[in-house]
């Protein structure tokens, strides 16, 4: 299958195959490419085959851009919120206005399937339109006379140069949720994409600036661990998210609040859904379906984890899981059709395999082996292609149940009772998401108050939130204060300044060697 990527047709510097085109950097408002020593291959998931070439920002290139982005800082936070609020508004415009364009882009290098993809710039548009009313949401607090003749309030201000670094699986709405906030408050933005699908980033700030963003208000560069320690110990970048994976998103919170930095980092999950014995289990395998293999499970919010409560739900459940997972449509992501797409990368194939022949070795029962699909649609006979599969009687202590996998793959633990669900879901390292489907609201509620995850789902599979809320999980999910998103967004973009004012009248009082106390 044909990539329907647009590259420039050049030969990156650095010894590729002249053929290969390749991806930009943007920064200050144009596509960038400075002289590159190292490159990464983008490849297309569902041929297999290398598409472009991307190049790895140095040390050098993460100077220049911070340096830009610093100097685009000082222009644009001294616009007002209103103004910024109209390019905000211009850019949900073009965004929409894109997203076949767009989602084309993320299916052809991450490999998900078209209708997903317009969905994923769809929820990142939301959090755009959120920012469209950026002056209200940024408006700070006043007290008339806190004390005889003062008045007191405060002011959000934005922090300067944010950085975002973003994972695969959301090449666009990730890092929406980081750099519209960030930028709607006023601040500049150096978003670090993945290298695996960097192209769609480049194409978002390319219509930002279109929206009219002045150059270096949001920056693209791309790169590997070099770029990423750049730029999260520059001395002149304030501010530092992060959405990845926990050793990574661990190990980033930690090196850039040794720098001073603000910073915010998500990590991975393992998300349950637990299925009361009173739901109604059709529609119950129905949400697992689609939560556990849309995107070949490759979501933070994924479901990885089933857990039926009692043997009888089980086994009825496991019925159920099995035909709709043997029946899963799979092939290319810009097929027609199709349910699920290959996997990003022949690396995060490999790696998912692996864990699947782990899961056997462990002793849980394969009930549907997804290991020897082939799609057979042309061109796709090199894809990273994987079947859905499914593991019953798995147990707490296997590492096919402690550990991510990003893949296609669910594995059910079976429980005897609702606290042995809960308590499964809660003794788990990973606390990004949760569900219960149930039509007892004593037992929903119940879950809701003592489940020790950040976002929670009654009769939900995926509980995302929508923009307006904010988005982050607890435990090893999530690392710092402020989650993405929503008023979260606002307050982690921006920093709160608060002005204590008195206009005496010409009285002289004298010198007050007192903690000041209210007069
Ligand atoms: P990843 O951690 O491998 O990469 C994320 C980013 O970090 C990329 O930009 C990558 O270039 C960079 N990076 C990778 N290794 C690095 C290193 N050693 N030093 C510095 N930077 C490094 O994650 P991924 O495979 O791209 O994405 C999948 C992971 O992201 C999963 O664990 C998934 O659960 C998680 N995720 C979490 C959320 C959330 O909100 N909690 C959302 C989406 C994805």
Redesign the pocket.
Known sequence: MASTIQHDQAAPAGGEDDATPFVHHFINGVRHLPGVDRWGEVCNPSTGAQVAAVPFASVADVDAAVHDARRAFAEWSQWSALKRARVMFRFKELVEAHIDELARLISSEHGKVLLDAKGEVQRGLEVVEFCCGIPHLMKGEYSDSVATVIDSYSLRQPVGVAVG??????PIM?PLWMLAPAIACGNAFIL?????DPSPAVRLAELLVEAGAPPGVLNVLH???VA??ALITHPQVDAVS????????R??YATAAAHDKRVQA????KNHLVVMPDADLDQAADALIGAAYGSAG????AISVAVPVGDATADALVARLAARVRALRIGPSLAEGMDMGPL?TAA?YDRVKGYIDLGVDEGAQLVVDGRDFHSDAAGSEHGFFMGGSLFDHVTTSMRIYQE?I?GPVLCVVRAATFEEALGMANAHEFG?GVSIYTRDGDAAREFVSRVQVGMVGVNVPIPVPLAFYS???WKA??FGDHN?HGMDGVRFYTRVKTVTQRWPKGVREGSDFVMPTLK
């Open positions: 670094i973003t994972p695969f699986n959301f990730v670090k994409p993945s290298e695996k790169g590997d661990k990423v320690e992060f959405v990845g994976s926990t050793p990574i998103a190990s980033i998500m990590g991975g999950a490759e979501r933070c919010m990003v995060h991510e990003f990004n988005f982050g999980g999910s999530a993405q």
